[in-house]
Each structure stands twice: as C-alpha cells, then as structure tokens.
T-cell receptor
Framework: AQSVAQPEDQVNVAEGNPLTVKCTYSVSGNPYLFWYVQYPNRGLQFLLKYITGDNLVKGSYGFEAEFNKSQTSFHLKKPSALVSDSALYFCAVRPYSSASKIIFGSGTRLSIRP | EAGVVQSPRYKIIEKKQPVAFWCNPISGHNTLYWYRQNLGQGPELLIRYENEEAVDDSQLPKDRFSAERLKGVDSTLKIQPAELGDSAVYLC??????????????FGPGTRLTVT
C-alpha cells in the first residue's frame, strides 16, 4: 500500500534552535514529495517539493527538506526556528502511478516556544 | 493572482438537512480536488477531477455525497442528508497537470461544517 507517515504528533523547539519534522514514505517508483503548512482556520499552504535532482530542496519561509532515497525519508528542516513557525505541518507524496493524486500524512504540530 | 475561493466559510445545519459547498479554482488549473479534514488529521481525498471528468471518486460516500464540476471550472460538493459524522472542514484544491509542470496543489480556506 502506498502511504506517508509522520511519526511525531508534536514537535517542541525553542526559538532560535534548529528544527526537524520527520516524514517517511512508501510508494512504488520515484516519488514526488511535498510539504504543506496549515495555520489555524486556514487552508494548507505549499512550502516545497522534491521532483528530481538535488536531494536538498529549499522552500518558503527559510524551510528546506532533504530527500533520502535509501531511508525513504523527506524530513523538513529549518536552521533557526521562529515563534511564527508554530503551525501544523503535512508531508505528502504523489505515487508514481498517479498523474495527480496526492496522499497526505497525518500531520505534525510544531510548537516554537519563545 | 486570485487563489482558490470557497464558500461558505462556515455552515451549521441540523442532521438530515442538505448542504452544498462551492469552489472556484485558480484560473487555468485543470485539476480540482475535494478533501475532508477532521480535527487534527490530514486531508482525505473525496473526489478528484481532471477537467470535467471525475477520475477518482473511490472515497466519496455516494449514498449521500455528490459532486459536479461545471464546464471544467467551478465545482459543487453536496451532502444530502447530512449526518453528525459529516462535521469536518471541507477543503477544495486545484493544480495544473501537464508535462513539465509542477504538481503542487493550492488550497482554499475551507468550509467548516457543523452538523447538530
């Protein structure tokens, strides 16, 4: 079965420290991978994607993610967290077999304390 | 560029009543999605359109849910009759599908449905 897993329901980080939000996937073929962020009472906002090429991709708001094919992971990272980064983060994968369907993870709540 | 527009933003209805949600995708986007998001969970796909064709409606509870995409642009999602378990946020998203283009989806703000 094709799926994406976010093993942590919540991640707590002090402002200024680096943050990592984990994501692993299970799909056949080469995956397309995405990260989205959701603020309270808002729709999901696209952060970044991996399609092909460099394993380290950079996105909005200073976030980046590293594609690791051997570990089937796509962890979201930021060198220095801001309180405003506090939100719900979703990893998503597009199976190779689907032209447009995207499967979302269950989400990780990121909380940045001042 | 205008984003995905959804209306209404909030809806409260009694169980067994009908309800409809409307979505206007980003201009030029040929793929449209309806998702249901329960509190604290990720979006779950209900139906996916490529142009006017519903290419994936396997997760749509067809006994009470229906959807249409008029002329390959706007879309309406209907529930009739609503049940208590239908309380959720209904998200619409659109994307541009084609060779050499990216596949990220752009989401509307959602409609929060409360069934009492």
């Amino acid at each position: 079965a094709q799926s994406v897993a976010q093993p942590e329901d919540q991640v707590n980080v002090a402002e200024g420290n680096p943050l990592t939000v984990k994501c692993t996937y299970s799909v056949s073929g080469n995956p397309y991978l995405f990260w989205y962020v959701q603020y309270p009472n808002r729709g999901l906002q696209f952060l970044l994607k991996y399609i092909t090429g460099d394993n380290l991709v950079k996105g909005s708001y200073g976030f980046e993610a590293e594609f690791n094919k051997s570990q089937t992971s796509f962890h979201l990272k930021k060198p220095s967290a801001l309180v405003s980064d506090s939100a719900l983060y979703f990893c998503a994968v597009r199976p190779y077999s689907s032209a447009s369907k995207i499967i979302f993870g269950s989400g990780t709540r990121l909380s940045i304390r001042p | 560029e205008a984003g995905v527009v959804q209306s209404p933003r909030y809806k409260i209805i009694e169980k067994k009543q009908p309800v409809a949600f409307w979505c206007n995708p980003i201009s030029g986007h040929n793929t449209l999605y309806w998702y249901r998001q329960n509190l604290g969970q990720g979006p779950e796909l209900l139906i996916r359109y490529e142009n006017e064709e519903a290419v994936d409606d396997s997760q749509l509870p067809k006994d009470r849910f229906s959807a249409e995409r008029l002329k390959g642009v706007d879309s309406t999602l209907k529930i009739q009759p609503a049940e208590l378990g239908d309380s959720a946020v209904y998200l619409c998203a659109s994307s541009l599908l084609g060779q050499g283009v990216s596949y990220e989806q752009y989401f509307g703000p959602g409609t929060r449905l409360t069934v009492t």
